[in-house]
């Protein structure tokens, strides 16, 4: 494995491509938007200058990582020749049903597909490609170059071997696979969403203000940062769009998502990609807080 295509410049997928070339991967990093990819690669040299000045990586590395790295706007382009892809575009069945569409006619018949989906059926997704058993989830945790863990989810028809390559592949970027089954969540969502979900429930019927409830997790549970600083992380968009998934794929009114989440949402109020959740990230605070996060 030697090339590797990353569809979608976002949160997560500049942090994937980061991750592969710093390991000296070839990476074509795909998305629709120019300005994206301008963005995505701003922010994959900003986060390689902190490692070089907390002395994880030398300068040199940080010039090979980039160098590992070419953009595309095209699929057709971007994916052809490739070992594997892994999808990391905006949280949306139909999208990544157009997607696969796509890769599964411009890519080589031996070309590995992943997707990054939080909650979406890989076995879904593996189905509108000719396939599936090469279909595989690959779900990296925020901020990819930092956290260890990837949740690798077996879909219906995936097989060993291709089930074996990834975490092989995981290993070799200094990750941590967990092998899970496709079930809506997986295990880290499932288990993740529903906090954060009732912690905005808690905020939402009065019973404390946003920093209290953070602080309780925090320093109650030793939780490293607070679940609803967490979900401005992750994008309250992301958040709500997963609850959706499981809410329809367990049809257990649980996992309905709370109404002021899908009130922000509408309001524009995502976290800190729009600058404000349930904090303020206007410039001035931005990179204080985010900075104070990864501390
Ligand atoms: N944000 C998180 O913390 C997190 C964590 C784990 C997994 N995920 C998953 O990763 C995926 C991406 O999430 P994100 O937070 O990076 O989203 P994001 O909104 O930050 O980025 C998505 C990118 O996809 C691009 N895109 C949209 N359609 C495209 C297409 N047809 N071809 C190429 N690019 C396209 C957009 O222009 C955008 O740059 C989602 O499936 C999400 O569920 C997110």
Known sequence: MKNIAVIGAGTMG??????????????????????ALDKGMATISKNLDRMVAKEKISETDKKKTLANISTFTAINEGAKNVDLVVEAATENVSLKSKIFKE????????????????SISITQIAAVTNRPEKVIGMHFMNPVPIMKLVEIIRGYNTSDHVMNTI??????????????NDYPGFVANRILMPMINES????????????????????????????LQLADFIGLDV??????????????PKYAPC???????????LGI?????FYDYSENRKAERVAKMFS
């Not at 070339?21 to 795909?30: D, E, P, R, S, T």
């Not at 109404?259 to 109020?269: D, I, S």
């Open 167 to 180: 975490v092989d592949l995981s290993k070799k970027v200094h990750k941590i696979p967990v092998e899970v």
């Open 273 to 277: 990609k729009s600058g404000e959740g």
């Open 200 to 227: 905005i429930e808690t905020l939402y019927n009065g019973v404390a203000g946003v920093k209290e409830i953070d602080t309780v997790m925090m320093l109650g549970m030793a939780h490293p940062m607070g679940p």
């Open 14 to 35: 500049n942090g994937i491509a980061h991750t592969f070339a710093q390991f000296n991967y070839k990476v074509h990093l795909i998305d629709v938007s120019q300005e």
């Open 239 to 252: 958040c709500l769009s997963i609850l959706n998934v499981m809410h329809d794929g367990f049809k257990n």
């Open 103 to 118: 890769l599964d006619e411009v890519c080589d018949e031996n070309t590995i597909l992943a997707t990054n989906t939080s």
């Open 259 to 269: 109404p002021l989440l899908v009130n922000m949402v509408m309001a524009g109020k």
